[in-house]
């Protein structure tokens, strides 16, 4: 049962504090209906709010968004309008007044759909711990999480050249509602032709996953109906769809390659 709620100002303090029986809260929209629960096993939260987390810088070609940086402020940032559809995808505006960027990361699927954006921009997230700050790529993050009294402090990545960040996330209902499918993408072209592809789906596994099939399948090719048809069609060689309330994982198998066609070709 919850007995403290720390709310520290220095990153350091935040990791002594995070001991046995006690937890990261950073917007708490995922984290506090567990609380609530009778089955919490958190005695302590420790509060990421005042760790001075929250700047967005955009500069010289990158990004770095501090962890505890709300979706709804990293959705006002011009600089980075090319995620706006991203983060208006995600819940509601109540829900991203609260929903950090760093939390987004440990969202379990169907939710994790910035995760999955970030996965394509191929981001690397700065974990601060116990012995000192690490580099972590966001997919060694998927798989290996964080350690004891270790919180990801940053989120970088290199900003896409203009009309190269494709995004669609297929759902029950327009606005607010759990992903059946999300796709993103980063594609450059030289000459017509593709020249890198880094494809990234949500609803297609436990956790957010790069379809290297598609990729490889659309470098060199033109990015035509057919090629892209083609391509799209092979991303269940590298998925694992599921089943949960929102759609089956016969549904979202099917669906999957339309909705990568959709992101790429916009139809
Ligand atoms: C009604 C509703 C609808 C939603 N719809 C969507 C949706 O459409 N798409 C979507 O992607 N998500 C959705 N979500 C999930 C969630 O709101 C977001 O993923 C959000 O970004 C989680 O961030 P948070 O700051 O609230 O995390 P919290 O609830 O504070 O934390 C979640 C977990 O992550 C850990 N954590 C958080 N930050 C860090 C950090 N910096 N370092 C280490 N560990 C950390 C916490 O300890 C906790 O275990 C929805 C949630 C709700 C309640």
Redesign the pocket.
Known sequence: MLQRVHVPVDVGDAISLLQPGA???????????YVNTDISPWETLVS?RRLG?DRIDAEQGAARLG??TT?AALGRDERLAFLQPVVE????PL?RN??????????RQ??????VALLALDAAVV?AGPEGERYAAVDQLFAAG?GPG????EVTFALPAPETFFYTKA?RRKL????IVTVAAVIEQAAGKVSSARVALGGAGPRAIRSHSVEEALLGQPLTVESVTAASDLALMDAAPFTDAYASAWYRARVLPVHIRRAILGA
């Open positions: 937890a990261f809260l950073a917007g708490g929209t995922l984290l506090m209906p990421g987390l962890a505890t979706l995808s995600i819940a509601s829900i609260l929903a950090t960027v760093g939390g987004n990361l440990f969202a169907p939710y994790g759909d910035l995760a974990i964080v270790e919180i990801v402090t759902m607010n509602s759990a992903s």
